[in-house]
């Protein structure tokens, strides 16, 4: 496929190291940049070629008309968009960042020229940088790509392409949608993975000597670099509080069954039910009529029925 638009990756850790070897194993023209000197030393001894700079990167990405990846942690957004507003102000644009308000606010802040569509692939690990990554990251993922009004669907397909070529489900979500649900299902467990982390290392050595798979599982990532966690979690906050707001009712319903009766049946039968809605849940796939009129609406739309989209019209 190398013919398919060239991909420039602005941060080159797990996710965006995973997407810079999506784009150059399909056969684009594909590079990245990284603050990171180890990341760019290792991605380089690897084969793919890393510009000595984010301006370099980004110069390219208007030469060739690329589509720009920022693959960078949210705090770190602002200062790359300040250089791509001077060498790359109306690039076509996405990001892999997990939450997409404060992104988008950003970029019509410092870089209003740019075409700009959010992107949040649903993957990851508890592990960071560019060893970490894979091109089989994101096979079978969900991939989220905002959807709201008035963004260019020219940079939408191709985000979405992006997205199948990495064996990627598209999933079209308005952006505050968006951060309302990866609150509950993203957000949220990293809160609650740390508070149980916390709860059982202050068993002291008997308990951890006894922590076996639901504590291991419910604790997996907390493993995560708690730097990149707090970025993502507090780029969230309103929608996060409200997640929190929701468990916390919950808990202190559990609380006052199991101290006024003892009992914890409702919590555990609801909590049973939850997850056998996930394992149940069978989204559809459908192939997306760019054409059609309201094509960002009837796009929105498929994201709030959990649609994943698996191909384009125009294809």
């Known amino acids: 496929m ?8 602005i ?5 965006g190291g995973s997407v810079l070897r999506v784009a ?41 008309d690329a589509l720009v990846v920022l693959a960078v942690p949210l705090p770190a ?20 960042v997990s939450v997409k308000a404060p992104v988008a606010e950003a970029v019509a802040r410092l870089a209003p020229d740019a075409r700009y569509v959010g992107g949040h692939p649903m993957a990851g690990t508890s592990r960071s940088g560019w060893p970490a990554g894979s091109a089989d990251l994101f096979r079978d993922a969900a991939w989220v790509v905002a959807a ?41 467990p990293h809160v609650l993975a740390a508070v149980l982390a916390t709860v059982g290392a202050d068993g002291g050595p008997l308990a951890m000597t006894l922590a076996a798979g639901s504590f291991r599982d419910g604790t997996r990532v907390a493993g995560s670099a708690p730097d990149l966690v ?18 916390l009712g919950r808990l202190g319903a559990a609380r006052g069954s199991l ?44 994201g709030r029925r959990g649609t994943r989209v698996v191909g384009l019209r125009p294809s």
Request: proline share 2%; net charge negative.
């Open 148 to 188: 709201d009004e008035g963004l260019d669907l020219e940079v939408w397909a191709d985000v979405a392409r992006l997205a199948f070529s990495a064996g990627a489900a598209v999933v079209p979500a308005a952006i505050d949608e968006h951060d309302a649900a990866v609150a509950r299902i993203s957000h949220l």
């Open 2 to 9: 190398t013919d398919a638009r060239a991909v420039c990756v």
């Open 259 to 302: 101290a006024s009766t003892g009992g914890l049946a409702a919590t555990i039968r609801a909590g049973h039910q939850g997850r056998l809605v996930l394992d149940g849940h069978a989204p559809d796939a459908v192939t997306a009529d760019l054409t059609v009129p309201d094509a960002l609406a009837k796009l929105r739309e498929l």
């Open 230 to 247: 707090t970025a993502m979690c507090e780029g969230n906050r309103t929608a996060l509080l409200a997640a929190v707001d929701d468990a």
């Open 77 to 96: 957004v602002d200062g790359v968009l300040r250089r791509l507003r001077r060498f790359a102000p109306e690039c076509r644009l996405t990001d892999v």
């Open 24 to 64: 150059a194993g399909e056969g684009r023209t594909a590079w990245g940049s990284t603050e990171s000197e180890a990341d760019a030393r290792q991605a380089r001894a690897d084969g793919y070629d890393v510009a000595a700079s984010v301006d370099e990167a980004l110069a390219r990405a208007t030469a060739q």
């Open 11 to 15: 941060g080159l850790g797990l996710i």
